[in-house]
């Protein structure tokens, strides 16, 4: 049942924005929304960071005991549609040039502990040097946000999908970017006459695979290649040979490690940042890579299809850290891109380490890979309690007054971390809606006699 907003704050910005989010995500809950709602506001109320559940229960947002807290989280389920339309149709933040920027990565929930817990997968995880990285059990989420513009640790999710052992992660990441610009189109984030939605993403995406899946959807594919590929050149127009025979398809090859394969580029600029000293951006116009008839294209019939787009080289004078730049290679499925849309290009692609605070913020702050849960859907369900909280903060944060420590420096409002929203944001929940009813006194069960035996064993998946 929709309950009404609390007096005095009527639906408007930004008040209204937050009450009507926190009402719309407790109908998107089921039997135990109560609980769970609760939960929710008590992993934005603890001090510290989440340890446990179980300390959780204790504090006054949290006003039913543990046992019905641990209930609702193992059997209670959410209704994930409807909570990504409401996550869609919330204020999202926008590229200086007004255009939606989106980012895609997988995030890892690790349970090296739980080797028979079902759906696990081995999960790859990054060392400090070099043949450091580890395969661990664990259940990887791609994840999608928006991203704002400037240095910022603050992104907006939109949507997450917990990867299964037989599932495909390209097919899966096309399923779920065509999907979620869907639901952006239908709640007016975006119009026929805005720029095209930008979508920047890292290696181990195909990103010509995503070109060509979503290629008739209004989105821009930003993706980065590793150091050892090539690209070729445009042919241009198709002729014969003297000699006959099939026309040429693809031009000159351009290795990323030979600079000289390398062509005059098309565009060049050069900008001055803050953190990285001068950047130089040199572009390369209707570059394709060479597609083979394998993998993903090994049932696709007729010619491979050739996905003409900008090539660009950027380098960097230093890094953070007194660490050797090294060139990132990104290409673009647009063409014909002036200076200033390179720049936009490879600037977007950079905050999409943005999306790396996020991730660190939910599993060292909120809690989010704390729990030990053996059921996928209960992981699920997790996960989705998170994202509503880490969407509230963002909502509260030109709400909340900066609540700082001695040693902490003063931020100005609209440059409040996520950690300091959170700290303020007990004071808000007074003034925004709280549809969660007051708990009925109950007393507790009997349990299980002492001395006997759990008859019940909790399900174990082999191995």
Same mark, same amino acid.
């Given at each position: 049942?929709?309950?009404?907003?609390?007096?005095?704050?009527?639906?408007?910005?930004?008040?209204?924005?937050?009450?009507?989010?926190?009402?719309?995500?407790?109908?998107?809950?089921?039997?135990?929304?109560?609980?769970?709602?609760?939960?929710?506001?008590?992993?934005?109320?603890?001090?510290?960071?989440?340890?446990?559940?179980?300390?959780?229960?204790?504090?006054?947002?949290?006003?039913?005991?543990?046992? #019905?807290?641990?209930?609702? /989280?193992?059997?209670?389920?959410?209704?994930?549609? *409807? !909570?990504?339309?409401? +996550? %869609?149709?919330? $204020?999202?933040?926008?590229?200086?040039?007004?255009?939606?920027?989106?980012?895609?990565?997988?995030?890892?929930?690790?349970?090296?502990?739980?080797?028979?817990?079902?759906?696990?997968?081995?999960?790859?995880?990054?060392?400090?040097?070099?043949?450091?990285?580890?395969?661990?059990?664990?259940?990887?989420?791609?994840?999608?946000?928006?991203?704002?513009?400037?240095?910022?640790?603050?992104?907006?999710?939109?949507?997450?999908?917990?990867?299964?052992?037989?599932?495909?992660?390209?097919?899966?990441?096309?399923?779920?970017?065509?999907?979620?610009?869907?639901?952006?189109?239908?709640?007016?984030?975006?119009?026929?006459?805005? #720029?095209?939605?930008?979508? /920047?993403?890292?290696?181990?995406?195909?990103?010509? *695979? !995503?070109?060509?899946? +979503? %290629?008739?959807? $209004?989105?821009?594919?930003?993706?980065?290649?590793?150091?050892?590929?090539?690209?070729?050149?445009?042919?241009?127009?198709?002729?014969?040979?003297?000699?006959?025979?099939?026309?040429?398809?693809?031009?000159?090859?351009?290795?990323?490690?030979?600079?000289?394969?390398?062509?005059?580029?098309?565009?060049?600029?050069?900008?001055?940042?803050?953190?990285?000293?001068?950047?130089?951006?040199?572009?390369?116009?209707?570059?394709?890579?060479?597609?083979?008839?394998?993998?993903?294209?090994?049932?696709?019939?007729?010619?491979?299809?050739?996905?003409?787009?900008?090539?660009?080289?950027?380098?960097?004078?230093?890094?953070?850290?007194?660490?050797?730049?090294?060139?990132?290679?990104?290409?673009?499925?647009?063409?014909?891109?002036?200076?200033?849309?390179?720049?936009?290009?490879?600037?977007?692609?950079?905050?999409?380490?943005?999306?790396?605070?996020?991730?660190?913020?939910?599993?060292?702050?909120?809690?989010?890979?704390?729990?030990?849960?053996?059921?996928?859907?209960?992981?699920?369900?997790?996960?989705?309690?998170?994202?509503?909280?880490?969407?509230?903060?963002?909502?509260?944060?030109?709400?909340?007054?900066?609540?700082?420590?001695?040693?902490?420096?003063?931020?100005?409002?609209?440059?409040?971390?996520?950690?300091?929203?959170?700290?303020?944001?007990?004071?808000?929940?007074?003034?925004?809606?709280?549809?969660?009813?007051?708990?009925?006194?109950?007393?507790?069960?009997?349990?299980?006699?002492?001395?006997?035996?759990?008859?019940?064993?909790?399900?174990?998946?082999?191995?």
């Amino acid at each position: 049942m929709r309950r009404s907003l609390p007096g005095g704050h009527p639906t408007v910005e930004p008040w209204g924005v937050l009450s009507r989010f926190r009402v719309e995500f407790y109908d998107c809950l089921y039997t135990r929304a109560d609980a769970l709602f609760e939960l929710t506001d008590a992993v934005l109320r603890a001090d510290g960071p989440v340890r446990s559940l179980v300390e959780l229960t204790p504090t006054a947002e949290h006003r039913r005991g543990h046992g #019905a807290m641990y209930d609702a /989280v193992n059997h209670d389920r959410l209704e994930p549609r *409807r !909570l990504r339309r409401l +996550l %869609a149709s919330t $204020p999202l933040p926008r590229a200086a040039d007004g255009r939606i920027v989106l980012a895609v990565d997988v995030s890892n929930w690790l349970r090296p502990d739980a080797l028979t817990s079902p759906e696990l997968l081995f999960c790859h995880v990054y060392g400090q040097g070099r043949s450091a990285d580890q395969c661990i059990p664990g259940r990887p989420y791609s994840v999608v946000a928006a991203l704002e513009t400037g240095r910022t640790s603050w992104t907006a999710v939109l949507d997450a999908i917990r990867l299964g052992p037989s599932d495909d992660a390209t097919a899966v990441t096309a399923v779920q970017l065509r999907e979620v610009v869907t639901r952006l189109v239908h709640a007016g984030q975006w119009r026929p006459c805005d #720029a095209d939605i930008l979508v /920047v993403m890292d290696t181990g995406y195909d990103v010509t *695979r !995503l070109a060509h899946v +979503l %290629a008739d959807l $209004p989105v821009e594919l930003v993706g980065r290649f590793r150091s050892d590929q090539v690209m070729l050149r445009d042919a241009g127009p198709r002729r014969s040979t003297p000699r006959g025979g099939q026309p040429r398809k693809h031009g000159g090859v351009l290795t990323f490690s030979k600079p000289e394969s390398w062509h005059t580029p098309d565009q060049a600029t050069t900008c001055d940042t803050t953190r990285y000293g001068t950047a130089e951006a040199l572009a390369r116009d209707r570059m394709h890579p060479r597609l083979q008839a394998r993998g993903p294209w090994l049932d696709h019939c007729g010619d491979l299809p050739l996905f003409h787009g900008t090539l660009i080289r950027l380098k960097v004078e230093y890094l953070p850290g007194d660490r050797v730049p090294e060139p990132v290679w990104l290409w673009s499925s647009r063409t014909g891109m002036t200076g200033q849309d390179i720049d936009i290009r490879w600037q977007a692609f950079l905050r999409r380490f943005d999306l790396e605070y996020t991730f660190r913020l939910c599993k060292q702050t909120l809690g989010w890979t704390v729990p030990k849960v053996r059921d996928p859907h209960t992981a699920d369900l997790w996960t989705w309690l998170i994202i509503a909280a880490h969407t509230q903060l963002r909502l509260a944060r030109t709400l909340t007054e900066d609540l700082r420590r001695p040693w902490e420096r003063p931020a100005q409002p609209r440059r409040l971390t996520p950690a300091r929203v959170r700290r303020g944001f007990r004071h808000l929940r007074a003034k925004t809606a709280r549809p969660a009813s007051v708990p009925r006194p109950s007393k507790p069960g009997p349990g299980r006699p002492p001395g006997s035996k759990n008859r019940r064993p909790a399900p174990r998946s082999r191995a």
